[in-house]
């Protein structure tokens, strides 16, 4: 079982020619929203991946229809809480080459309290996992309950702030993130992300695959070829089918080679949540 402490948020779509410029006004050629946020994408991924979710956070008013769409989707939702603050929201722009930029309004996700946390990590059991991003509040108090009901505690960095990772060191298992955070995370520590004291560490590299660093070294894995046209929720893809697959009694080489297929998916398609692959289509791409 999957406890998630994640984001939820309202995703707004904006197809641009290219990202706009300082000073720039910009026509979008087109405009969609839908489910997203860090959490909820990997919350859809990993039930996708057909892993047992729960999904701990919050939305306002505004945001009831995200969690009915968790629900639908296959994500346990009693955990979440509808508090009286605006749901998260993000404004995506997406050029023609794939690429985006992003804008965040935080809402009810930094508003989530040690009761919501807590009274949902008291149903986790020994073995579970934790799995959190940087886009809610209470993610020390949540590993440091989980690491003490001795839950796995996985952790993607994203957004990237090396010190909200420096304060879970220590309480983390498995540690996601990008080429560019973990230079940055090497500067801030001085110390190589194999010697963080993080039993596992997943170094993503784009259209380049992953590479994953452990106590028994470093092992590089290919991207399998993608014709990208939305990178936009490919990472939280890739950790939600990541940390599936290992829930689900996968080895780490089988649940990374499974993340990246479902990746190489995402990145083909327009949007977050609501288009993540599923089992299926992953096995009829793949013919597993
Ligand atoms: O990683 C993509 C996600 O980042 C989007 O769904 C958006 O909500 C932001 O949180």
Redesign the pocket.
Known sequence: MIWNLG?I?I?NFYEVPHLPAAGETLAATSYGFGL???GA?MSVAAARAAARISHIGAVGADGRWTRDRLLEYGVDTPHIAQIEMPTGH?N?VVERGGENS?V?FQGANVHLTEAIIGGALTEASPGDFLLMQN?TNGQEYAAATAQSLGLCVAYAAAPFEASAVERLLGRIDLLVLNEVEASQLEAATGKTVGALGVADVIVTLGAQGCKWVSNIGEKHFDAYPADAVDT??A??TFTGYLVAGLDRGMDMVTAIDLALKAGSLMVMRRG?ADVIPDLKEIQDRFGI
């Open positions: 984001s948020n995703d997203g946020g860090k994408n993000a995506i992003i965040l886009e936009t929720g990472g939280d977050t």
